[in-house]
């Protein structure tokens, strides 16, 4: 086995060696090695240090399969036993493909994996205490499917419901399925932090300062949730393929001759599912609105969202709804200049709304979220925006919300999908 033939080469080449350093790496890699092989072929199998008796303590084995190009690999585990631990911190398997990180521990036989390439790296560690059984696992080669074609945003269904809103005065608890765009960004510890919008079924919008210093393998997405906290099987969750933020994102835009600055510029991102969510009456897309077709002043719109109802306050479990309208930039500019000690300037890269009269706003937790707005002729929501910034304690008589604003992004969105 190419495992033993790596490891003499490793001491022969220490043993010629005479200093302590040379000792230390020949013990370095002889620990390292011992266990780490390659695997080629069309299918094979292979099973965690010891199995079936318990793996040892204190063991780091990686395995590499690769398969001929053209292929990919499908890998199941037959078996599954390693210590359990919350975020499998002591004893895991992990397979690696690039960016694409899944770790597994305890009992439960983990998904069957299916790779993107030709190539991928499983990987085995225990710590110092307790162990299992272990795992036995098989790959299999089979041929690559062919490319999809790029997503599209504004399928003809796009923009619809199925079920009515509940009647909405100011912020309520939405009626399941009313909002079957609504995604929910929650870490892979299943922490909810942020909203998001469906645009097509493996693409989701948000904000740029949802997705700061996260990476696609600590980041899970929700679908047709309603309640938090009740699992009402229509929830859809999916894993995460790759996140895009804007690259002008908190960058200074020329505005009119100056040079203008404000930090939640450009605040939009995008999220690639691994695989597409099933539409249906609670999951649908949004329709975006075309470049440079800004909402009309005035047009009235929702906010939705799983964010804090009160300030000081938590997320909320239930997922609320809120009109708000339209607001032109210099009443918004004017209301933040007259509030917000130093200038933040709203850009042209952001849209406002709000509802006079009342306290609608959103909050921390909606982020990232819709502001959906009902195109009269076709009968479509679109979205306009997604929840960037506002107050910090949520009074809308303080600032407007303030979105990314949709149409300003349309060309970066399509071009992002055709690329990706
Ligand atoms: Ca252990
Ligand atoms: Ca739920």
């Known amino acids: 086995m190419l495992t033993s033939i790596m490891s003499l080469t490793i001491y022969g080449e220490c043993r010629n060696s005479n200093d302590l350093l040379g000792l230390n790496v020949m013990r370095k890699f002889a620990f390292l090695l011992a266990c780490d092989r390659t695997l080629t072929g069309t299918s094979g199998t292979f099973t965690s240090p010891g199995y079936p008796s318990s793996y040892p303590d204190s063991k780091e084995c990686q395995t590499t399969i690769t398969v001929d190009k053209g292929k990919i690999i499908t890998f199941t585990f037959s078996t599954f036993d390693l210590e359990e631990s919350s975020g499998c911190f002591f004893d ?235 607001v032109n930039t210099t009443d918004c500019q004017a209301r933040v200049d007259q509030n917000i000690r130093g200038t933040i300037k709203v850009t042209k890269q952001m849209v406002c709304a709000g509802k006079a009269g009342t306290k609608n706003s959103g909050c921390q937790g909606d982020s990232g979220g819709p502001l959906a707005c009902l195109n009269s002729a076709t009968k479509k929501f679109v979205l306009h925006g997604d929840v960037s910034w506002g107050s910090g304690n949520c009074d809308a008589d303080v600032t407007h919300s303030v979105f990314g604003r949709m149409s300003e992004f349309r060309s970066w969105i399509d071009q992002k999908l055709r690329e990706n």
Not at 210 to 237: F, H, I, P, W, Y
């Open 92 to 326: 895991f398997v992990e397979i690696i493909e690039g960016d694409r990180k899944k770790k597994y521990c305890g009992k439960a036989i983990p998904p069957a994996y299916r790779s993107k390439g030709n190539s991928i790296v499983v990987k085995f560690k225990s710590d110092s205490y307790f162990n299992g059984k272990g795992f036995s696992a098989t790959f299999n080669a089979i041929n690559a499917p062919p490319p999809l074609p790029p997503a599209t945003v504004n399928a003809p269904n796009c923009g619809l419901r199925q079920v009515a809103q509940s009647r909405v005065i100011s912020g309520t608890n939405a009626t399941k399925g009313a909002w079957p765009w609504q995604a929910g960004l929650h870490t892979s510890y299943g922490t909810f932090f942020c909203g998001g919008s469906l645009i097509a079924p493996n693409w989701v919008v948000t904000a740029a300062h949802c997705l700061e210093g996260m990476k696609a393998s600590n980041l899970k997405l929700k679908l047709g949730d309603l309640d938090r906290e009740v699992n009402e099987g229509t929830e859809q969750e999916r894993e995460v393929e790759k996140i895009i933020m804007h690259e002008r994102y908190h960058v200074r835009e020329s505005d009119g001759g100056s040079c203008v600055y404000s930090q939640l510029n450009n605040d939009v991102g995008l999220i690639k599912l691994e695989n597409p969510v099933m539409l249906n009456k609670y999951v649908n897309t949004i329709c975006l609105p075309a470049q440079s077709k800004t909402a009309p002043v005035g047009h009235n719109c929702f906010i939705t969202g799983w964010g804090k109802i009160k300030h000081p306050g938590d997320t909320y479990r239930h997922l609320q709804q809120a009109p708000l309208q339209i």
